[in-house]
Nanobody, 128 residues
Framework: QVQLVESGEGLVQPGGSLRLSCTAS???????IGWFRQAPGKEREGVSA????????YYADSVKGRFTISRDNAKRTVYLQMNSLKPEDTAVYYC??????????????????????WGQGTQVTVSS
């Protein structure tokens, strides 16, 4: 079992940037770590994910080219760098994890039900 803690909450203007962090309580080397978001009145959606073995990333079309996911295994932390933020990016952002083991070659699955471990969420507000 792994516990996840997000940080990086903030209020930014449209076009601004923000970096979210997700720190695990133990090694998450063989976990898929995903970032999800949920806006008021909307379903939770997956926006990005990262895997170490093999090294792969995934981005939803809505954030492709603007968001970058990365991980520092020594710090047990996954980052989501968000640039060119838009008002529609406003949401509570969650990181979540699922154990995959080494050499997991199947496509990413960002269905929230696929991920058993979740952080508490952090608010991102994009507004002028």
């Amino acid at each position: 079992q792994v516990q996840l803690v997000e940080s990086g909450e903030g209020l930014v203007q449209p076009g601004g940037s923000l970096r979210l962090s997700c720190t695990a309580s133990r090694s998450s080397d063989y976990y898929d770590i995903g970032w999800f978001r949920q806006a008021p009145g909307k379903e939770r959606e997956g926006v990005s994910a990262i895997r170490s073995s093999p090294s792969r990333t995934y981005y939803a079309d809505s954030v492709k080219g603007r968001f970058t996911i990365s991980r520092d295994n020594a710090k047990r932390t996954v980052y989501l760098q968000m640039n060119s933020l838009k008002p529609e990016d406003t949401a509570v952002y969650y990181c979540a994890g699922v154990y995959r083991g080494p050499y997991y070659y199947r496509p990413f699955d960002l269905s929230p039900n696929e991920y058993p471990y979740w952080g508490q969420g952090t608010q991102v507000t994009v507004s002028s």
